[in-house]
């Protein structure tokens, strides 16, 4: 072996020796001095305390651990201050805490501590309500400057600590806070450059509470916290800033950084928060529960950008201030109302949107910037959305949207169904927010529609490349340039609806929508669907209903006061012209008033109304006819439903005043014997062409009389409609051919009951008398014949002699 390396072996061995020897040494006189270092220990430890008393129950040197240094394990170390009989909150209570010794310091008789470990023990920091904090044991007490001379030495600075196993609690009943942590692991190495220190940390630890207000709840509750922090302290400003670093929440990454006042503001805390990727569902975890219950409605499907402020005083009471910053992009979120797809926005939240209130939820606000996105299909924008008081949140903003209207049928449900066409809309709206549902919405703006088609599903009615464009003026709505077609009936509107914003939730049934109606030509037959009562839905709980609900509820419940100019009417066979009507259309029905019109040669006026009943649909009107053809006016009602003659058997002039009730179906058709009521008419220069009662009866009294065409200059008369049946008030005919009193009753079916009283006198012997009074002397004289028209066995109408006349 050379010699060199026996040297060196023998150098080692001698270190060696030495070493061994040295912590023998160190071992032994620790041992042999516990009591007097165990003394001097607590000494040291209690010199810095403010009041209160350090104990420590017992004490053993580590062997090895902490070489060159002396470690000492000490046993059941209990930390309390002055006014711990009054409150019970221990400071400190550890099972083992391990403190490293400066060894050659040690052989001086000064104790300098390098690092501090503490092991399964309970650190509770607690404050009452007078802002009393069991902390003040630790507060250095002010010593002369002479004395801060002496034994200087002995201060200590810590160089490392660590914690394992530790309960930690902040309690400040005072600020309403409480911070409650379990430690697994923690370790932290500190320097001292001049009169400030600088920490570097790892730590996994528990957080049990976090607690800024303890009326609210605790953020990260329940957590579990891992990473390293780096900290430092300016002793000129008073300020500990935690440098941003990652820090692991669950299983999520945050960068966080923080600052803490001990001078100036003396408890101020601010901490920054950010998360690049962070799940809707795991931010609202990490709230506390009072924000927390608002986010859980609401959800997005991807992660989203987050920075958050979070600032406060550990001294006072009260929230702190939150300051929240997220941008989503190309996102899906989910509401009570609905999901938005393809969604972007920027989102600010703070709790302090009113720098002067104090810090609520009545103070706090949702701003959304450059929103956008598709709502149930139907794509919006909102430059800047507003929703403020989170106690009783308030949205306000201005919405934006162009989209073919096509995308709402599912919002319309069982009201109506679009078929093309588009929208523009333009809305500034402000509407409360009630279980995160908008109520009685406020809106201003426009909504333009224009070329659609779409059927009005409660009437069936379909209507084609219609416009219409809703104008919400202050309190009213204004429906302006309003086109409508449905087959070939076309009608121009304009309407408004006074007091529309409060009544449209709060009194549907109050609203009237004034209409100006013009048109052309209208089919009445292509508007029955107004005869059919409107589909009854079982009503909502208010909390259920949404918007489709909602106008549902309006368009059955709302009025309609119309007035109508309309150039041709068409019905069947009816056709009126120069047409001028009031309706009002209501949840009961359909009133008539006003209504005049040119028909038939004549003019019409007429007054009514028909209650909408399902398929039946029961109609009262008064009428007044003028001057009309009574061929043509027959026709076009459809012969009045009677079936022994008809318009081919009538000539003349016709003027009546009638007041009728009957029933018709849902598609217009007079319902058979439904009607009643009188009709009162006057016929001039009037004619019967083979008139069946007449022609019977001349076949048995005038067997050589033309009767097929008889001219009536002048005839009045009444009739009383009785369902199947039509009484004939006592009148007079007087005609070219003969002259006739009649009265009875005539059935449709059965029940004809008609006596005629004829003279066979003929009227044209009569024909050059001019005085009136001589022609009624002379109509009845001569032989007159005394008729009875009555059923006969087969169905059809017996012609016999009436035995029962006067």
Not at 294 to 317: M, Q, T, Y
Not at 383 to 400: E, F, Q, Y
Request: include cysteine; charged fraction near 25%.
């Amino acid at each position: 072996m050379p010699r060199w390396l026996k040297n060196v072996l023998k150098t080692i061995a001698v270190l060696t020796g030495l070493l061994l020897f040295a912590l023998v040494a160190i071992t032994m006189y620790v041992s042999f001095n516990k009591k007097s270092i165990l003394t001097d220990v607590t000494k040291v430890l209690n010199k810095n305390l403010n009041g209160g008393k350090l104990t420590i129950g017992g004490m053993d040197p580590t062997f090895l651990k902490g070489f060159p240094n002396i470690s000492l394990l000490l046993k059941d170390v209990v930390l309390k201050d002055s006014l711990w009989e009054k409150h019970h909150h221990t400071l400190l209570q550890a099972q083992d805490l391990n403190i490293s010794v400066n060894t050659f310091a040690l052989f001086k008789g000064t104790i300098l501590i390098n690092k501090v470990s503490i092991d399964q023990a309970k650190i509770d920091l607690f404050t009452d309500s007078t802002g009393y904090s069991n902390t003040s044991v630790l507060k250095k007490k002010k010593q002369p400057e002479k004395e801060k001379n002496k034994d200087e030495s002995s201060d200590t600075e810590l160089r490392k600590f660590a914690l394992n196993d530790v309960q930690f609690v902040l309690d400040n009943r005072k600020g309403h806070k409480l911070f409650q942590f379990n430690v697994d692991e923690l370790n932290g190495k500190m320097d001292y450059p001049g009169n400030n220190w600088n920490a570097a940390v790892s730590l996994k630890i528990f957080a049990k509470s976090l607690a800024f207000n303890t009326l609210r709840g605790s953020f990260i509750k329940d957590k579990l916290v891992r990473g390293d922090l780096e900290a430092s302290y300016d002793d000129n400003s008073g300020i500990i800033s935690l440098k941003p670093k990652v820090l692991n929440i669950g299983d999520d990454g945050f960068i966080i950084g923080a600052k803490f006042f001990t001078k100036k503001r003396d408890g101020d805390f601010i901490f920054d928060i950010t998360e690049n990727s962070l799940l809707w569902k795991h931010a609202s975890a990490l709230l506390a529960p009072n924000i927390a219950e608002h986010l859980n409605r609401f959800d997005l499907k991807n992660p989203l950008a987050v920075h958050c402020v979070l600032g406060g005083n550990f001294n006072s009471s009260g929230d702190p201030s939150i300051d929240v910053n997220c941008k989503v992009e190309n996102n899906t979120l989910t509401t009570p109302e609905g999901t938005v797809d393809s969604c972007s926005f920027r989102g600010v939240y703070t709790n302090s949107f009113n720098k002067s209130k104090p810090l609520s939820d009545e103070n706090s606000a949702i701003e959304l910037f450059g929103l956008k996105g598709n709502y149930e299909q139907v794509p919006f924008k909102v430059d800047t959305g507003i929703i403020s008081n989170l106690n009783k949140p308030i949205v306000a903003g201005t919405l934006k949207s162009d989209f073919a209207v096509s995308r709402l049928n599912h919002l319309f449900g069982e009201t109506m169904v679009f078929a093309k066409g588009n929208a523009s809309v333009n809305l500034k709206y402000r509407a409360n927010i009630v279980d995160f549902k908008f109520i009685k919405p406020a809106i201003g703006g426009v909504i333009d529609i224009k070329n659609a088609d779409f059927t009005y599903l409660q009437n069936k009615l379909n209507f084609k490349n219609t416009s219409l464009l809703l104008d919400f003026s202050g309190e009213d709505l204004l429906l302006k340039n309003i086109r409508l077609q449905s087959g070939k009936s076309i009608v121009a509107m304009e309407g408004s609806v006074k007091n529309f914003k409060n009544l449209y939730y709060s009194a549907p049934e109050k609203i009237v929508v004034d209409w100006q109606i013009r048109s052309p030509q209208l089919y009445l037959g292509e508007f029955l669907g107004y005869l059919s009562s409107r589909a009854k839905k079982p009503a909502k709980k208010s909390n259920d209903s949404n918007f489709a609900d909602q106008l549902s509820t309006v368009l059955e419940k709302g009025t309609a006061d119309m007035h109508l100019q309309v150039d041709k009417v068409y019905y069947d066979k009816f056709l009126a012209t120069d047409v001028k009507a009031d309706l009002l259309v209501s949840e009961s029905g359909i009133r008539l008033k006003n209504v005049n019109a040119k028909s038939a040669g004549g003019t019409f006026n007429l007054n009514g109304s028909i209650a909408q009943n399902g398929n039946l649909n029961h109609f009262a009107i008064n009428t007044n006819v003028n001057n009309a053809n009574i061929g043509n006016f027959f026709y076009a009602f459809d012969n009045f439903g009677i079936t022994g003659f008809s318009y081919k058997n009538l000539r003349g002039f016709l003027s009546l005043r009638s007041n009728i009730a009957g029933n018709i179906t849902d598609m217009g058709k007079l319902v058979p014997k439904s009607l009643s009521g009188t009709i009162n008419l006057n016929l001039k220069k009037g004619a019967l062409i083979d008139f069946t009662p007449i022609t019977n009866v001349g076949k048995f009294a005038f067997p050589f009389r033309n009767l097929d065409h008889i001219t009536i200059d002048n005839l009045n008369g009444r009739f009383d409609l009785l369902g199947d049946k039509i009484r004939i008030q006592p009148m007079q005919i007087n005609s070219s051919i003969l002259n006739m009193n009649v009265a009875g009753v005539y059935g449709f079916t059965k029940g004809t009951n008609i006596a005629l009283d004829i003279p066979l006198r003929n009227p044209k012997k009569d024909e050059d008398i001019t005085n009136k009074k001589e022609l009624k002397e002379r109509r009845m004289k001569g032989i007159v014949l005394h008729i009875l028209a009555s059923d006969g066995e087969d169905g059809k109408i017996k012609i016999g002699w009436n035995s029962n006349h006067d």
